[in-house]
């Protein structure tokens, strides 16, 4: 019995009624068409964020000052010492996971070149900043361990203050005002753009000792950032740090550790409430769709019941009537799969294209496994719930089933 | 002998009631014979053409179909059975409205397993026999009713079978097409082809060399001529 032929003629069934068909299949084709379109754009908002978190560095550590609640304050009165530079020089002889380690400290001040003056954000960082925070440097060079040693009076810029305050004149060389204190400009760093609200171009780099000395006075820092080692490491690392600094703050919690890590796992998270949601709406709607087409199957098999009596009184065995009623609804379901994956996907990249011009950074994806999966689900649709109403057909007594009126 | 009944019986349950179609009927049908079954509404002609179509089992008795006992085959041997050994011909013709003659008439062959090209050119042949060789890509709806007939006529006779089993051919035709057809089926016999004619219509019943009459189940009469 050639199965190729059953499944022509099936498709020609199909066509001889297309309202019919069309609606009986509506349910695969929502289905399917959701599963793409929507995977698309949970796809397309995990990768930006995904890529988000990673721009930002990976495997890093944060630590910061924490403002103490009231109680803590009363408790610890005049015992908090804030973030020193002291403890980072600590963190990053005693843990063994740290591979780098940088502190930073912020200090707002008015910058000048010529007539050009602009107010900034100047961050006092040590070499391991850019690897830390994955920069590259366009022009000239990065801060070195030789400027951070000799407190040398250096700056690296980013390129929209090399823009605003040089213009097109190349900086590299030049005298820099930052503060009342005169900075050369050693290196530009190549753009980077913005994500989510932060301008990685609107850079001022100083060496941390230096801005420690001559700019804000105090070993204060704003934060230092590890970058650990290894992912599997970020854990044991996040809780040697909370040790250490919780003995050298004398039990004092006045710091937070924040992991980048924990961004990317609540990221994770999310993503995963979304596939959940999206799994059991697909399915869901499959679900109705297969009923549908297995409503219509038993329709078809009650109509269809003189002709079934003829099939078997011309020689048809039971096997060859539930494989023709089966092929029949695996054939609508297969069909609805092909028509949903065509909305799927043109659903999902119209969405994809709206979405660029909305949203910077976002990257239009088709899952191609959500499209097998999308294919694969309708035929496994049409073959269950074919199932039954091919049951009944090949059970269907020819003699009663030919004189059926 | 190529039909053999002993005592067969066959009895139909609706919701509590038993009913008796068939009462220890027995007779024998040879090769080449031209039989028709006689026999007013109710009488049990169909339930026999049923047993003796294979179409279902006798309750009780024997049913020997060229000496193999019908009733104790399975239901996939029946069908194989009924595929290559019998050729129906029904009074409302029952052809595939969607499809051709050709792809009508070769459908026994679809069910015996045969390839396409074989199944189209042996329709083809059949469709030949009965005069539709010009016709052959026509659907039912575009075919007269006595056009009707004798595709399924060409179906019935294109795997070959044992017996034609004939239930009221003619009674959905006009009187005209109805002589054709019978006239063909009478053609048909005198070439070989064993035919069993089910009819209530008696005159058409004296047209055939035998008749058996059938009444409440039993068969009172086997009028030879």
Sequence with gaps: ?405 | MLIALKEVSKTYKMGEVSVKALDQTSFTIDKGECVAIVGPSGSGKTTLLDIIGCLSRPTSGDYLLQGQAVQDLSDAELARTRNKKIGFIFQTFHLLGRNTALVNVSLPLFYAGHAREERLARAETALSTVGLADRIHHRPNQLSGGQQQRVAIARALVNDPEIILADEPTGNLDSKSGQEIMKLLLELNQKGQTLILITHDRELAERTKRTLMIKDGRIVDDIRR
């Design chain 1, 1 to 405: 019995m050639n199965m190729i032929e059953i499944f022509v003629d099936a498709i020609r069934n199909l066509g001889a009624n297309k309202l019919r068909s069309g609606l009986t299949m509506l349910g695969v084709i929502i289905g399917v068409s959701a599963v793409i379109s929507m995977s698309s754009i949970v796809e397309g908002g995990k990768q930006m964020t995904v890529e988000m978190i990673e721009k930002m560095g990976t495997n890093l550590l944060s630590v910061r000052p924490k403002r103490m609640d009231k109680e803590d304050r009363l408790k610890f009165s005049g015992r908090s010492k804030g973030l020193r530079y002291g403890d980072a020089e600590l963190i990053q002889a005693s843990v063994p996971y740290v591979e780098q380690l940088t502190p930073v400290i912020n200090f707002q001040t008015q910058l000048r070149y010529g007539d050009k003056d602009r107010s900034g954000m100047v961050e006092g960082v040590l070499e391991s900043y850019r690897e830390i925070r994955n920069y590259d440097v366009g022009r000239g060079r990065f801060l070195s361990e030789e400027d951070a040693k000799t407190f040398k009076k250096v700056a690296v810029l980013g390129t929209e203050v090399v823009s605003d305050l040089f213009g097109k004149v190349d900086p590299l060389g030049k005298d820099l005002q930052i503060g009342n204190q005169r900075f050369v400009v050693i290196g530009v760093l190549q753009e980077k753009g913005s994500l989510h609200g932060i301008n990685y171009d609107d850079t001022i780099l100083v060496p941390a000792t230096t801005a420690m000395k001559l700019l804000t006075g105090n070993d204060a820092l704003n934060s230092f950032i590890v970058k650990v080692d290894q992912r599997e490491n970020m854990q044991k690392a996040d809780r040697m740090i909370h040790e250490l600094m919780m003995k050298r703050h004398d039990g004092v919690e006045d710091f937070a550790i924040r992991s980048q890590d924990e961004l990317l796992r609540n990221t994770e998270l999310i993503i995963f409430t979304f596939r959940v949601i999206l799994g059991g709406t697909a399915a869901l709607s499959l679900l109705v769709g297969g009923i549908g087409i297995m409503n219509i199957m038993l329709v078809t098999v009650t109509e269809r019941t003189a002709e079934i009596g003829l099939r078997k009184a011309l020689g048809a065995s039971r096997r060859a009537i539930l494989f023709q009623f089966l092929i029949e609804s695996t054939a609508i379901s297969l069909l609805g799969g092909l028509i949903g994956i065509l909305f799927g996907v043109a659903l999902g990249t119209g969405f994809g294209w709206l979405a660029q011009r909305a949203i910077t950074g976002w990257t239009a994806v088709i899952l191609p496994s959500a499209v097998i999966l999308g294919f694969f689900f309708a035929m496994t649709v049409g073959m269950t719930f074919g199932l039954y109403p091919a049951y009944k057909a090949a059970q269907l007594d020819p003699a009663e089933a030919l004189r059926y009126q």
